[in-house]
């Protein structure tokens, strides 16, 4: 059975940082592209941050350009994302998801979500 389990997240003040990570079972994780997705109240699910599965290639929003960095360890079956100086309007439920390169770099509709990591930013 495939699964993926989020954890990391929680409050933090603005200005702060969290590791979120997505650990995976039921399939090893090596050839497939890893995901960060995000969905604030009353918005739209969107992509935060893509990694590769053969070179590493990386993508990132824009709004978290420079400041959150995804990862990967093929070893421990996990994918990361470390996120820092964050702002209140991180605030959102973070999905990490999984699938081949094409589902996720093209048509950013992947088929394994995980269930979810709430981050709030707040003072």
């Known amino acids: 059975q495939v699964q993926l389990v989020e954890s990391g997240g929680g409050l933090v003040q603005p200005g702060g940082s969290l590791r979120l990570s997505c650990a995976a079972s039921g399939f090893t994780l090596d050839n497939y592209a890893i995901g960060w997705f995000r969905q604030a109240p009353g918005k739209e699910r969107e992509v935060v941050s893509l990694i590769s599965s053969s070179d590493g290639s990386t993508f990132y929003a824009d709004s978290v350009k420079g400041r959150f960095t995804i990862s990967r360890d093929n070893a421990k079956n996990t994918g990361y994302l470390q996120m820092n100086s964050l702002k209140p309007e991180d605030r959102a439920v973070y999905y990490c998801?999984?699938?081949?390169?094409?589902?996720?770099?093209?048509?950013?509709?992947?088929?394994?979500w995980g269930q979810g990591t709430q981050v709030t930013v707040s003072s």
């Open positions: 998801a999984t699938d081949t390169g094409f589902k996720l770099w093209v048509s950013r509709n992947p088929n394994y």
